[in-house]
Nanobody
Framework: QVQLVESGGGLVQAGGSLRLSCAAS????????VGWFRQAPGKEREFVLA????????YNLDSVKGRFTISRDNAKNTVYLQMNSLKPEDTAVYYC???????????????WGQGTQVTVSS
């Protein structure tokens, strides 16, 4: 079992930055790929980006390329989502999730955090 807890969300003005953290407890975090997802009000959850077990970055949304990046510190069992140049359309609840399978298989993410709210004001 892996338990995930996100933190770092909040209210920020457009153009600002936030860093979200996803802290894991339980089994070795390094054996999981970790993805970040988000869900805006009235919209379906979307897969934003992921980090592989070896630390490779994989984007799914073109809209965040060049603005968002992900990193992991396996010694701390933590994955970080750095979000820069935030836009109002980035407003959503952000979730981290872990998978022992392929990071591309969005239905294969076995473990989810509770989510953290990010609100970007214009």
């Amino acid at each position: 079992q892996v338990q995930l807890v996100e933190s770092g969300g909040g209210l920020v003005q457009a153009g600002g930055s936030l860093r979200l953290s996803c802290a894991a407890s339980g089994r070795s975090f390094s054996s999981y790929a970790v993805g970040w997802f988000r869900q805006a009000p009235g919209k379906e959850r979307e897969f934003v980006l992921a980090i592989t077990r070896s630390g490779g970055l994989r984007y799914n949304l073109d809209s965040v390329k060049g603005r968002f990046t992900i990193s992991r510190d396996n010694a701390k069992n933590t994955v970080y989502l750095q979000m820069n140049s935030l836009k109002p359309e980035d407003t959503a609840v952000y979730y981290c999730a872990a998978t022992s399978g392929s990071y591309l298989d969005t239905v294969g993410y076995d473990y989810w955090g509770q989510g953290t709210q990010v609100t970007v004001s214009s």
